[in-house]
């Protein structure tokens, strides 16, 4: 990273394991929190076109998660729908692979030291 002869960009969900010695030889460090509830139900819309606005508001409101997650969740929503032959929106499916999402999220293993 010191011979580097321009603008690096890096993001990590894991700043709490970069070490000090690492993190010093970044200039900026810019923190995103997650998305607000309004701005999840309008990526959940962006993601499901078919999502009603009441629909994406419920699960917006009681899910808190972020745009990638929302993103990987539509991903294995359509996949689904494409495996099971149905290119209907089931607004129950959907709610649970998202607690399956929020389970997976809880227990995978520390990254790191």
Same mark, same amino acid.
């Given at each position: 990273m010191e011979t580097l002869e321009g603008i690096m960009i890096a993001t990590t969900n894991l700043t709490a394991n970069l070490d000090?010695?690492?993190? #010093?030889r970044f200039l900026y460090k810019i923190r995103?929190?997650?998305?607000?509830a309004e701005a999840r139900a309008e990526i959940w819309q962006t993601m499901l076109? !078919? %999502?009603?606005? &009441?629909? &994406?508001?419920v699960i917006a409101s009681e899910f808190d998660l972020s745009g990638g997650? $929302?993103?990987n969740i539509a991903r294995k929503h359509a996949v689904n729908a494409i495996l099971s032959g149905s290119d209907e929106l089931d607004l !129950? &499916? %959907?709610i649970d692979i998202c607690r399956v999402e #929020? $389970?997976?999220?809880?227990? #995978?293993? #520390?990254v790191g030291f």
């Open positions: 000090k010695a690492f993190e #010093r995103y929190d997650k998305p607000t076109p !078919g %999502l009603s606005s &009441a629909d &994406a508001k997650e $929302i993103e !129950g &499916a %959907l #929020r $389970i997976a999220h809880t227990q #995978r293993p #520390r």
